[in-house]
């Protein structure tokens, strides 16, 4: 059954979701397309702004995109109040925001583990927190965090240990936010995708590269941003209601957990 107060007008935010070639843009085109009001959150305002027109050219839907550093709490509560004022509701929250290292954990750094923990972890409490307080005023709201096929392999794809361990701790985050706040009729879980051609891959993946991947993976090939994005499009939909505190491989079967 539908939630019965999902409303018609709704808004999905999406951090790190400005790059074209990013599942966060591919999720954010077929949201529109579903009628969802769009807030684009990311680091290049000039990009958030092209990509939110662009959006709204081609779905007719209202748009909003924001330059904003996920790891700056003034700058977080600036955005989000932003996107409050101008869209409706937010519903839905996606976080997409992160960066890969591909350092070995024996040459990785101090400074470069807190580097990739600051933006993918912090960043992600951060703007969760902000925008669940409307969520838990409203009584609905829909949370996903996208993991990784590396938090539960230690690497093996392209980024190495700060990544994976980042990636972790937010499916334990989302757990929490789960547990703690499902009684405010929010749901919150993970998407942890295998290996799909986009840029945290370190650029485009050509043909020969792509079969090296495609090795070990059951359907024998890589992953399509557009896949990626239809899951996160029902975990945020009103029929995804009674599904909260789950990680969601999306793999090919390189990973069966």
């Not at 954990?105 to 960043?123: D, I, L, P, Q, S």
Request: proline share 2%; charged share 20%.
């Amino acid at each position: 059954m539908a939630d019965a107060a999902f409303p018609l007008e709704r808004t999905a935010i999406l951090t790190g979701a400005a790059s074209e070639r990013g599942i966060g843009r591919a999720t954010a085109d077929l949201l529109a397309s579903l009628g969802w009001a769009v807030a684009i959150l990311d680091l290049d305002a000039a990009a958030c702004a092209e990509a939110a027109a662009e959006i709204a050219r081609r779905h007719g839907v209202p748009t909003l995109g924001v330059g904003v550093d996920v790891t700056d709490q003034a700058a977080v509560d600036r955005a989000v109040a932003k996107v409050e004022a101008e869209l409706p509701a937010v519903v839905a929250l996606v976080n997409l925001a992160g960066i890969s290292s591909p350092t070995d954990f024996m040459e990785e750094t101090v400074a470069g583990w807190e580097r990739v923990f600051k933006v993918n972890v912090t960043g992600a409490f951060i703007v969760c927190q902000r925008v669940l307080a409307g969520m838990v005023e409203r009584r609905l709201g829909r949370v996903v965090c996208l993991s990784s096929i590396s938090a539960q392999r230690g690497g093996g794809t392209y980024s190495k240990s700060a990544y994976s361990s980042s990636k972790a701790a937010l499916i334990g985050m989302v757990r929490s936010i789960a547990r703690e706040l499902g009684q405010y009729g929010i749901t919150a879980n993970c998407v942890a995708p295998g290996a799909v051609d986009t840029d945290i891959m370190g650029g485009t993946l050509d043909d020969e590269r792509k079969a090296q991947m495609a090795q070990g993976i059951l359907v024998g090939r890589i992953g399509d941003r557009d896949e990626v994005a239809a899951l996160i499009a029902f975990l945020v939909g009103d029929k995804a209601g009674y599904v909260t505190a789950a990680t969601y491989d999306i793999n090919g079967g390189l990973q069966i957990s």
